[in-house]
């Protein structure tokens, strides 16, 4: 496993880039969390941001998905602004957050079903077999009150097996998997990148993922 | 594995049917509000008076403070159980206007706790001696004024969902805007009795259901977005 690590300012922009941001700035309760941050995530690459607790790394993934707008700088969508694209850039993008988006009265395909309707159509058949993909199988029709952590983590996961996006943004999405959920994950963090997507991703974990980008914050 | 994109449309119907999936899981969530509108209005008559004509003046009156209170009770968990499980943020995230999908969710709410007050009010004013002539106009001013005290209610449960505790801030919020509502609610049924034409008076209710129904799921979403960030 070799990691590009770099401060940030230096993961590399080229034409490829999916994401890139400029100058980004962000402060909170008088505290600067990152100035000047330059970076661009390009297709078929895994970037994972690490940082110390507290150095904004949430804050930052949550500034790329428009979830937060206390910030200054630019946030380019294939080299356009993304405001001006709001539309194609939420139907590319996926986005599991600390919170992962997961009811807990409705059982996992009805949960499933939902957040993916909300970007694309998609059949029941797919649901079930990403659900089974991920070692839900069996429990697609119990509510999800009566699924552990980590279960209804890969409820929220079996999202991006369905899911068309191009760009994953994930936040700590390790935290409640087991070993081999933890596995499963970054295999298919590198599947997608080969398949020319970009994933973002915070985890404290040390990722097994070949040519992954790291960028620092704080 | 790979679907087309879903139009606005699907979105719409899915985010309407997975509330009303969700509202027919938690029963608790349907039956508070209507179990409180029926205990609130059998108070009155003890409370006030159980003399019928004294009751058939206030009947009307009675009915949809009633029913305004059912609908700011059953508010609070519009949104708050989407923002606490992280759902709300997918809404935000979709590439739909949010318009549809917080219109989407307003009507699920409507229909699971707005409705059932309105199909049981005929039984309620029967008890409280409502005049007979004017049963069909309170049944047509309850079903078009509750769906505008749900979508402005919305407003009031978007801006306050992110906050801690919130005690009574949702109705000091949402009250002062629902004022109008009743006002007009109740004028109606009044001058129905009192021989009124009544063309005006549900314009007035119509324009409010129109006004409400475009607008204010927009406030509401400007909102989610606020109480997100």
């Known amino acids: ?218 | 594995m790979t679907g087309q994109q879903a139009t606005s449309g699907q979105a719409f119907r899915a985010t309407l049917k997975r509330d009303l999936v969700i509202a027919y899981k938690r029963k608790n969530d349907v039956v508070n509000p209507f179990m409180f509108f029926l205990i609130v209005a059998t108070l009155f008559p003890i409370g006030i008076s159980p003399d019928p004509a004294r009751l058939g003046e206030v009947a009307a009156g009675v009915l949809w403070i009633s029913a305004l209170l059912a609908s700011l009770l059953a508010m609070d968990n519009l949104y708050r159980a989407d923002y606490e499980d992280g759902s709300l943020e997918q809404l935000l995230l979709s590439p739909h206007p949010l318009y549809f999908l917080v219109l989407a969710k307003n009507i699920s709410h409507w229909l699971v706790s707005g409705l059932p007050v309105v199909l049981v009010s005929p039984l309620i004013a029967y008890m409280l001696n409502l005049p007979d002539e004017a049963y069909g106009v309170l049944l047509i001013t309850l079903l078009m004024g509750t769906p505008v005290l749900s979508l402005l209610g919305s407003i009031g449960v978007a801006l306050t969902v992110g906050l801690g505790s919130r005690g009574l801030i949702l109705a000091v919020i949402t009250l002062p805007l629902s004022v109008p509502v009743l006002i007009a609610g109740t004028i109606t049924v009044q001058q129905t009795l009192n021989g009124a034409e009544l063309g005006g008076y549900l314009a007035i209710m119509g324009a409010m259901l129109v006004g409400a129904l475009t607008l204010a799921p927009l406030a509401s979403a400007a909102a989610l977005r606020i109480s997100v960030n």
């Open chain 1, 1 to 218: 496993m070799e990691a590009a690590e770099t401060q940030s300012g230096s993961v590399e922009k080229s034409s490829h880039s999916i994401l890139s941001v400029n100058s980004l700035f962000c402060e909170r309760d008088d505290r600067v969390l990152f100035r000047d941050l330059d970076f661009a995530v390009n297709e078929g690459q895994v970037l994972q941001i690490k940082g110390s607790n507290g150095s904004g790394k949430t804050t930052l993934l949550r500034i790329l998905c428009g979830l937060n707008d206390a910030y200054e700088g630019e946030i380019l969508w294939y080299g356009e602004p993304v405001e001006e694209r709001v539309e194609d850039y939420f139907g590319s993008l996926a986005y599991i957050g600390h919170r992962v988006g997961v009811n807990k009265v409705l059982t996992p395909v009805e949960n499933l079903r939902w957040t993916c309707s909300l970007q694309q159509v998609v059949e029941d058949e797919a649901l079930y077999a990403a659900l089974a993909q991920l070692g839900l199988r069996g429990f697609e029709d119990s509510q999800c009150f009566t699924l552990s952590a980590g279960q209804q983590q890969r409820v929220s996961l079996s999202r991006l097996l369905v899911s068309d996006a191009r760009l994953w943004i994930l936040d700590e999405p390790f935290t409640t998997l087991d070993a081999s959920g933890v596995k499963q994950l970054e295999a298919l963090l590198r599947e997608h990148a080969d398949r020319g997507g970009a994933v973002m991703v915070t985890t404290h974990h040390n990722l097994a993922v070949s040519d992954l980008q790291i960028l620092k914050l704080g």
